[in-house]
């Protein structure tokens, strides 16, 4: 399984952004897929997830009204649409996957490379 991450960049407080992944290889029917992000730190944080069929959303409490995720299953692809972006935003976002169909408060199973997004104030 790969996992394409793309969109991000540098932007101001309170601007929005928008980042994607495409899922490729031999993947299940179906996959839950999220998004987890790391700043300089130990761990990469959850920022927020979706199940296979859109159903169920995640979201951690520092995005929640701000961020809203989404998916389309026929381009095998999941959007993290940011608004009100602010500078503790700022890291490096995760692309993930899970073959369990939904997010279980734990860490998927496949990841993709990482794609930065900077928030200036």
């Known amino acids: 399984v790969q996992l394409q991450a793309s969109g991000g960049g540098t932007v101001q407080a309170g601007a929005s952004l928008r980042i994607s992944c495409v899922a490729s290889?031999?993947?299940?029917?179906?996959?839950?897929m999220g998004w987890f992000r790391q700043s300089p730190g130990p761990e990469p944080e959850f920022v927020s997830a979706?199940?296979?069929?859109?159903?169920?959303?995640y979201y951690a409490d520092s995005v929640k009204g701000r961020f809203t995720i989404s998916r389309d299953n026929a381009k095998k692809t999941v959007y993290l649409q940011m608004n009100n972006l602010k500078s503790e935003d700022t890291a490096v976002y995760y692309c993930?996957?899970?073959?369990?169909?939904?997010?279980?408060?734990?860490?998927?199973?496949?990841w993709g490379r990482g794609t930065q997004v900077t928030v200036s104030s």
């Open positions: 993930a996957a899970d073959p369990r169909g939904n997010w279980y408060g734990d860490r998927m199973s496949w």
């Open positions: 979706i199940s296979w069929n859109g159903g169920d959303t």
């Open positions: 290889g031999r993947l299940p029917r179906t996959f839950a």
